[in-house]
């Protein structure tokens, strides 16, 4: 090759680059390409809701019944007129119009999936291993209120695959004569449903297919998506597929309150991380980048469509239903783009996950599915806490088979002694600010009036440092414990393995314990009494009155004491519908605490405390660098203050 050749290669390969980035679309084209896209999607959903109830009212057709019609013979034989008719409203799927409705059900270990015939999706999905708080039977969802449809344009006309009837097929043959198949161990079963185009033929087959992969003892399922041979079945124009998921969320809890503010729709981008909705509002988002997978999620379930090389974009939603509607909760919506080569045949690979919210679990799926557990995931603490040292130790307990009150005994006295050095530190502190409790009330009478109040501030720091007593000792031992008050405030509500537990007179350690149903509602506390709450509240009180007696006074923080007999009254309130395992873990700490102070009181030798203070006193107080910086600076002011005077 000459350098003459060599230019002008470079120079075409410029050219070419050139032209294409001056004709790459701006921001603004590519948003609105993004809009009209969605107004298609949006206009889609509403022909394809009308199609169906024309359909549903269509004389000819509702008196032509046809069962399972083999596309690729069957057509010519259903009445001329009819589908003439059919496929003015159903494009070049009028083949696949007739049909029988019903349902294959396929079942593992686990769960038991009814895949309706019409529109070949997951019509109901059953938990064998849980039932719902009424002991019926846990659905997450059912045919009448989800929507999982595809739409598309063929012939002219929108198409949904929810008006189009499947056929079933097993391991690549067709199904016949079977309505239920289960599989188990390390065993895949492998099914999938089937619409047909006008177009199919045995030599150029032409149709849309729902495939399945469902293992054995797994909640997860593959789920392919395969538009094969459709050419001249959908519109040569188009460039995605929309795909409309919603669902109408079911009440599966006792408390349904806690349930609603606990469920929303989590999302993950491809590139980063886990998103939500927020779960007490109603709301909606457009995701507009690549979408790794989106959840419905339950309080202790979740219904998870994954795909392998993410959803070009999709718009998600989530709305309350009124306390009247006492069996669902939410609305929840996903409308999803699937990009789209009408060139060749396309295939969507994706995932479903339905099953427990249960942290072990979604872990092995490496799908970051475990972040839509509540585990305070906003502060890098609190989620160390309950992932590396609560979560491993409850689940080895949880080995031993034991009844989760022990569990959650064991685990508080496991704590306890954890945080027996910090718990230690701490009485030691407020044993030294008890001792020079008298003194500081001295200086209380010293420095009486307000316009002293610094005065008496300095003399009280100067008698902590004479004394050798750090007034901040018990305030960082308390701070150090309250990441982990936190991480377990997040972990016993959020917990699966509590869920329907019973311990003592609690029937389920996730939710509330109520030893009186009230006939009427109180205001911030609720209808009913839960007793681990009171003994939490009262045993709150009792270490609140013990703590007070250790104050040094309380003249210097007025109003404390009354705040901190408050709190316990307002956590009555606020922990009454909370689930009783996390009230019965914050009583059994405050009784584990009342032990230790025993013990610390009977151990320490508080006149020998007082004797080492005493000596402190006598000791000259060294200063550090700081504080003889502080004070140099100190006197520079004040120099410069008088300077200023004498001017």
Known sequence: MTRDNII??????????GYSIWMAPTEEERLEARRIQDSIAAVQRAQAEAMEAELEDDPIIADDPVTDIDPAVEPEKVDSVAQQRLRDRMGYFSGSALGEEGYVTIENELISLSISKKGGHIDAARLTRYKSYDQSPLMLFTGEDTRFAFNFFSGNRNISSENLFFIPYLDGQRLNGRDSITVSGDDVLNFSMRAYSDHHTADSPSYIELAYGLQGNDYMLDFDVRFTGMREAIAANTTFINLDWQSKLPRLEKNRQNEQNNSTVYYKYTNDEVSRLRPTRDGSERLTTSIRWISFKHQFFSSVLISKDGFANADV?????????EDFLKIMAASINLDYDARTDNNYQMRWYLGPNSYRLLTNYDLELERQIPLGWGFFLTSWINRFAVIPIFNFLDGFDLNYGIIILILTVLLKVVLLPIAFKTYLSQAKMRLLKPEIEELSKKFPKKEDAMKKQQATMALYKKAGVNPMAG?????????????????????????????????????????????FSIPFYGDHVSLFTLLMAGSMIIYTHMNSQMMSSSSQMPGMKTMMYFMPVMLLGIFNSFASGLSYYYFLANVITFGQMFFFRRFIDEDALHAKIEANKKKPVKKSKWQKRMEELAKQQEAQKKKRRKR
């Not at 002008?8 to 680059?17: K, T």
């Not at 982990?484 to 029937?507: C, K, M, N, T, V």
């Open 317 to 325: 939603s989530s709305t309350t239903l009124n306390e009247d509607v």
């Open 8 to 17: 002008g290669l470079l120079l075409i390969a410029s050219i070419i680059i």
């Open 475 to 519: 305030c960082i031992p308390m701070l150090l414990q309250l990441p982990i008050l936190i991480a377990l405030f997040r972990f016993f509500p959020a917990s699966i393995e509590l869920r329907q537990e019973g311990f003592l007179w609690a029937d389920d350690l996730s939710s509330y314990d109520s030893i009186l149903d009230l006939p």
